[in-house]
């Protein structure tokens, strides 16, 4: 995809959706760094499920501590790993009150020395939270930057990569949201909505489905 193409797909997306969030649900750093750890294998309305009871209970890294791993594991059983997750969401609440007060660091070594905590989460903290500039590479945008082919890349690491290089700076803040909103949506796994798709004329897929007009 030239460059002027990424451009105007950003611009597309943007006019769409000004001002993209994550869909999932928190009320601080903390409850956000603990959701994103949550929601692997398993979808955000599952995950704001779980933590709509989770954070009554443990609304930061000292309640959680209290509520301990077996309270914590009766929670969030609903969803996938639940088990792990538990222990995972413990312990990086136990790590977070010895070395940062409780609070969530703006640091990506830090937020990667947690446990549960791996490039991605940390890449959404960082830029949901702390508005950095990067973007996390799940399997909506890692689908929608091969199929695109705006960012091709074998691994997640590689689109990752792809993606800082290409995003023009004005859109690279939102671009994640977008791009995940976008895959979540329109660019579907297993039927895309290709006729609703604001950016088809600019997609290089080659099994895009053809439009009527």
Partial sequence: MKPEEVREFFRRLAERNPEPR???????????????VLSAQAT??????????????????????????EKVSDAIKTIGLYRNKAKNVVALSQLLLRCNNGEVPDDRAALEALPGVGRKTANVVLNTVFRHPTLAVDTHVFRLANRSGMAPGKDVD????????VVPPEYLLDAHHWLILHGRYVCTAKKPQCSSCCVYDVCEW????????
């Fill in 44 to 69: 955000d309305k599952s995950v704001n499920l779980a933590t709509k009871k989770l954070f009554a209970a443990a609304p930061d890294a000292a309640a959680m501590v209290a509520l301990g791993e």
């Fill in 22 to 36: 994550t869909e999932l649900e928190y009320g601080s750093p903390y409850q956000l760094l603990v959701a994103v």
């Fill in 206 to 213: 080659p099994e895009k489905t053809p439009r009527a007009d």
């Fill in 158 to 165: 590689a689109v990752e990569t792809a993606l800082l290089r």
